[in-house]
């Protein structure tokens, strides 16, 4: 394994998700710790019992899909050492399996980047560096499913730990995707509204508010000039604004609340 070629004294795990072929058996031969699931429970869950198998105080994670090179495991661990919690290997140009994902991720990386007020060069890369017991503080968030590099990102922003970001170039997977680009793009989509409005609500709920207000006075504006008097729908717009607001501010606090110290 090359993993253990460059690191022989780092602990090898990998998480045998159900597999219906001799993975776990050739991973186990190849000297690592294999963490079997009985079936199939989803890439955040096998991250999730990898997370909690690890003894050491940093964890790597990587994809099993040929897609990560073990040389870069390195440089992560030094931008570690430098004093931050976490270090994502940023994909850079060419490393995306095709132009329509290269674009959606970029769309996300800039959502995340407004949400958090940091910028986020690469949301959904699997491969990172995290300080364990920092990580396994946020276990209960993760999902089960592929949007737990999401999710950990925007968890370690809200709780002020330090992110850095690492170029690396990631080769073409080796097998066949599970990803449908139109379903789990529109997926990964709503992953992301979802961990904002847990990250930071208003900067959800705010615009939306601001534009229903700006659409009731505008409304207002027009019924005023056109038949002088105040309209239903001018007075739902500003309802419906201040409701918006008000959903915004009350999840501000729960979302608080969630991150305070154990």
Same mark, same amino acid.
């Given at each position: 394994?090359?993993?253990? /070629?460059?690191?022989?004294?780092?602990?090898?795990?990998?998480?045998?998700?159900?597999?219906?072929?001799?993975?776990?058996?050739?991973?186990?031969?190849?000297?690592?710790?294999?963490?079997? =699931?009985?079936?199939?429970?989803?890439?955040?869950?096998?991250?999730?019992?990898?997370?909690? /198998?690890?003894?050491? +105080?940093?964890?790597?994670?990587?994809?099993?899909?040929?897609?990560?090179?073990?040389?870069?495991?390195?440089?992560?661990?030094?931008?570690?050492?430098?004093?931050?919690?976490?270090?994502?290997?940023?994909?850079?140009?060419?490393?995306?399996?095709?132009?329509?994902?290269?674009?959606?991720?970029?769309?996300?990386?800039?959502?995340?980047?407004?949400?958090?007020? =940091?910028?986020?060069?690469?949301?959904?890369?699997? !491969?990172?560096?995290?300080?364990?017991?920092? !990580?396994?503080?946020?276990?209960?968030?993760?999902?089960?499913?592929?949007?737990?590099?999401?999710?950990?990102?925007?968890?370690?922003?809200?709780?002020?730990?330090?992110?850095?970001?690492?170029?690396?170039?990631?080769?073409?997977?080796?097998?066949?995707?599970?990803?449908?680009?139109? =379903?789990?793009?529109?997926?990964?989509?709503?992953?992301? !509204?979802?961990?904002?409005?847990?990250?930071?609500?208003?900067?959800?709920? /705010?615009?939306?508010?601001?534009?229903?207000?700006?659409?009731?006075?505008?409304?207002?504006? =027009?019924?005023?000039?056109?038949?002088?008097? !105040?309209?239903?729908?001018?007075?739902?717009?500003?309802?419906?604004?201040?409701?918006?607001?008000?959903?915004?501010?009350?999840?501000?606090?729960?979302?608080?609340?969630?991150?305070? +110290?154990?």
């Amino acid at each position: 394994m090359q993993i253990r /070629a460059l690191l022989p004294e780092a602990e090898v795990i990998v998480v045998d998700d159900g597999s219906s072929d001799s993975t776990g058996e050739a991973a186990s031969k190849a000297g690592a710790r294999v963490v079997r =699931h009985p079936y199939s429970k989803g890439n955040g869950a096998a991250i999730k019992s990898g997370a909690r /198998a690890a003894a050491g +105080d940093v964890i790597v994670f990587m994809d099993a899909d040929g897609q990560h090179d073990p040389a870069d495991i390195t440089t992560l661990l030094a931008r570690l050492d430098e004093g931050y919690d976490m270090v994502v290997g940023a994909r850079q140009a060419g490393s995306q399996a095709s132009i329509g994902r290269g674009i959606a991720n970029r769309f996300y990386n800039r959502l995340a980047t407004y949400m958090t007020g =940091h910028k986020v060069a690469d949301l959904t890369s699997g !491969f990172r560096a995290v300080r364990a017991a920092k !990580f396994r503080e946020f276990l209960y968030l993760l999902p089960n499913g592929f949007s737990y590099p999401t999710t950990s990102t925007m968890a370690f922003f809200r709780a002020g730990y330090s992110v850095a970001y690492e170029p690396i170039h990631a080769a073409k997977r080796v097998g066949k995707s599970h990803l449908r680009p139109l =379903h789990d793009g529109l997926r990964f989509l709503l992953i992301i !509204f979802k961990i904002g409005t847990l990250y930071s609500p208003l900067k959800l709920f /705010a615009p939306a508010a601001a534009g229903l207000f700006l659409l009731g006075s505008l409304w207002y504006l =027009h019924t005023f000039i056109q038949f002088g008097r !105040f309209t239903n729908m001018s007075a739902l717009l500003y309802t419906g604004s201040v409701v918006v607001f008000m959903m915004g501010l009350i999840s501000e606090q729960i979302t608080a609340l969630m991150y305070r +110290d154990s």
